[in-house]
């Protein structure tokens, strides 16, 4: 019994202890919920944008911003569960003096941490200034994402952000949808804003941004448009952009056409590169193993098997190296992106050509390896 009571006599400290401890729980909880009334009331103050249009205005070198967004507003007043999808452009000379006439109109500041996509303007990409102090005013902004994913409008961005009537809501989730079906790049390869601001600041790497054009009332990528040395060096079909992330070692399968009846499709895809030099000039050889599947098209022996094999194989190296030839000596870029390599690949080289990036790609030459081995021939 004396131990008992003495176990008595120690329980309110005890209980105090746990109360103590209940309040500590509690506190936290009730600051959560005093802050969900704070946060819904920041929610009716915030517009945010899922995709952003960036024009130029090149008469008066202002900057036309599109917007696309749902109304949230909207979506609670109603009690919906489905975005209602709206536009809005401004124009303004630099991206702070845009948003700043947003928040007047309408009330409410910009949040871009939904952010699915940007689409730049093919002319904007000649304005090297303000492309440069759209970046640094992206790059300052904590809430803009260096992995949003990036595309150029053909004619117009905010063309591009006006096809919603076939796209059956926000272009901005389209776009992302779109950009997530390709499914023959390894490790979901999308250009991203981050990707351009590496471009800026280090200026030593190849750069293939999806071009957006018009299709029956929706974007499709209509080619791709390569950056170099953070200069904008044209566009290439979409083909050519295919070889240049197969050289880069970018793709998952690839389709090769050896003859007009025959499709070969080429999966399970390892490139190697090595680069060295020779005489005066390097030279960047790319090794291309696969294996392939016969689309269309019949080989009905080993004798057929090996000759298509042998065929697919050097229509794809003649087609890389002319790629390559006309890619350099038309827009001065290597489609193989072999600078970034000098380092580990051959320190001479790495010091004669430090630096001097556009002066590499313009000498180096290329040679292609291929080799397919195909499964069936079903």
Not at 42 to 54: H, K, N, T, W, Y
Not at 190 to 199: E, R, S, V, W, Y
Not at 304 to 309: D, F, K, S, T, Y
Not at 312 to 333: D, F, N, P, V
């Amino acid at each position: 019994m004396a131990e008992r009571n003495g176990d008595a006599s120690k329980r309110p400290a005890f209980l105090g202890r746990m109360a103590r401890k209940a309040l500590c729980c509690l506190a936290p909880l009730a600051g959560l919920l005093f802050c969900g009334g704070c946060s819904s009331t920041e929610l009716e103050q915030r517009s945010f944008p899922l995709a952003v249009g960036i024009d130029l205005q090149e008469e008066k070198k202002n900057l036309v911003v599109s917007f696309d967004f749902p109304d949230l507003a909207q979506v609670s007043e109603q009690g919906k569960t489905e975005d209602i999808p709206m536009a809005l452009s401004l124009e303004g000379q630099d991206m702070y003096h845009v948003e700043k006439s947003y928040e007047n109109n309408t009330n409410r500041l910009l949040d871009y941490n939904h952010m699915k996509a940007v689409v730049l303007g093919e002319s904007l990409f000649g304005q090297e200034d303000m492309l440069r102090s759209l970046l640094l005013a992206w790059e300052q902004r904590e809430a803009s994402a260096r992995n949003t994913s990036l595309l150029v409008g053909s004619q117009s961005a905010a063309e591009i952000l006006s096809l919603t009537s076939e796209t059956e809501g926000s272009m901005g989730k389209y776009l992302e949808e779109m950009l997530e079906s390709q499914k023959d790049f390894k490790q979901n390869k999308i250009a991203t804003m981050g990707d351009l601001m590496n471009q800026w600041h280090n200026q030593d790497e190849l750069l293939l941004l999806p071009v957006l054009a018009e299709n029956g009332g929706r974007p499709v990528i209509s080619a791709y448009a390569a950056v170099s040395g953070f200069a904008y060096r044209g566009m290439v079909s979409v083909e050519e952009a295919m070889e240049s992330f197969l050289a880069q070692g970018l793709l998952e399968r690839f389709t090769c056409e050896p003859s007009e009846d025959e499709v070969v499709e080429v999966s399970g895809i390892r490139v190697s590169c090595q680069v060295e030099q020779k005489g005066d000039a390097p030279v960047v050889t790319v090794k291309i193993k696969g294996q392939g599947r016969l689309k269309t098209g019949q080989a009905n022996s080993a004798s057929e098997r090996a000759r298509l094999e042998e065929k697919a194989e050097q229509g794809l190296m003649a087609s890389l190296q002319g790629t390559a030839k006309r890619l350099q000596e038309e827009y001065g870029i290597d489609m193989a992106d072999s600078y970034l390599m000098l380092g580990g690949h051959n320190r001479g080289l790495y010091g004669k050509y430090r630096g001097l990036a556009e002066t590499y790609n313009r000498e180096v030459q290329h040679v292609f390896q291929v080799d397919i081995s195909l499964l069936d021939w079903e």
